[in-house]
């Protein structure tokens, strides 16, 4: 079994999880280097990388992953938020694009206008946020006996200027400073990280793949989905529908990063549980790479960290 090679998990705490980040970070990169990660359930390692001015290159390709995660890394003030949303007028009603139903029709009236303001890839940061929170604002109603519940007014632009101020409030002004100067930056495929890269290696990356529902997820999230104006079909290339496809990807994944890392580079592995990643695993020990440590937290969530050798 390639797993007897792994070295042995040591138990710490949740605290100190989180601090490996930084320690791997700042050992095996400086300033300015960048650091690819294929998959971002979280945002934690690449609020790390920011923090410390590495360079984040993001190539999920789960649309969700830029939508939930780029604005965390840009932080508008209140004034301009309040100001960009007094911009966007509802005047008259829309025609149905498919989600009528489940809203009050003043709220879906505000939402298509909000939803046509924002038309086409946010431009800034307040876009960014005022896009994210709108959606956030609507929620499923729910259904009893085959109807749904009675639908109630949603204010989506008082919505996003109060769950703003909160968000806003919570943040340390130095924090917002250093994220800004090394934002991650999300990328569409591979193609496009290899074009990001110019032909350069890098020292460190990040796996921590994740399975994701897509069609339970879509559901529970037709709404939001519906704002951010995407289909079905492009979710449905996050998706692994069986053991073998996902192994398939986990090989994939290993030799797109060792094609990317340089000799001594390191790849920090995080994984849950509930899924396996022995394919990885047994390409990185047959291409030589060697486990220098491993750890887990209380929750059971597992760090190995595997330098390239040769």
Request: glycine share 4%; net charge neutral.
């Amino acid at each position: 079994m390639e797993s007897q090679k792994l070295k042995e998990l040591v138990k710490i705490s949740d605290w100190d999880f989180l601090s490996l980040n930084e320690k791997i970070i700042s050992t095996y990169t400086k300033p300015d280097d960048k650091v690819i990660l294929p998959y971002m359930s979280a945002d934690n390692f690449a609020f790390e990388l920011a923090i410390n001015e590495r360079k984040c290159l993001v190539y999920d390709n789960n649309p969700l992953v830029r939508i939930n995660f780029e604005s965390d890394f840009f932080y508008p003030s209140l004034a301009g938020i309040k100001s960009r949303l007094g911009e966007i007028k509802t005047i008259g009603e829309f025609p149905d694009c498919g989600v009528k139903r489940f809203l009050h029709p003043k709220t879906y009236n505000e939402a298509m206008a909000i939803r046509l303001f924002l038309d086409g890839e946010p431009k800034d940061a307040i876009n960014l946020w005022i896009k994210y929170l709108s959606a956030e604002a609507l929620k499923m109603p729910k259904s009893g006996k085959g109807e749904l519940e009675e639908l109630e007014y949603i204010d989506i632009k008082d919505f996003v200027l109060k769950k703003y101020k909160v968000i806003f409030s919570e943040i340390d002004p130095m924090r917002v400073l250093l994220l800004h100067k090394a934002a991650p930056e999300f990328l569409h495929s591979e193609k496009e990280l290899d074009e990001a890269l110019k032909g350069t290696r890098v020292k460190l990356a990040h796996y921590a793949p994740y399975r994701f529902n897509v069609r339970e997820y879509f559901n529970k999230n037709l709404l939001k989905i519906w704002f951010h104006n995407i289909s079905k079909e492009q979710l449905m290339t996050a998706f692994v529908e069986d053991e073998a496809a996902w192994n398939q990807r986990c090989k994939k994944d290993f030799l797109s990063l060792h094609k990317r890392l340089a000799s001594g580079g390191v790849i920090l592995v995080e994984k849950a549980n509930e899924y396996a990643i022995e394919e990885f695993f047994k390409l990185a020990f047959f291409y030589g790479y060697e486990n220098l440590r491993a750890f887990c937290n209380t929750k059971g969530v597992q760090a190995y960290l595997m330098k390239k050798l040769g």
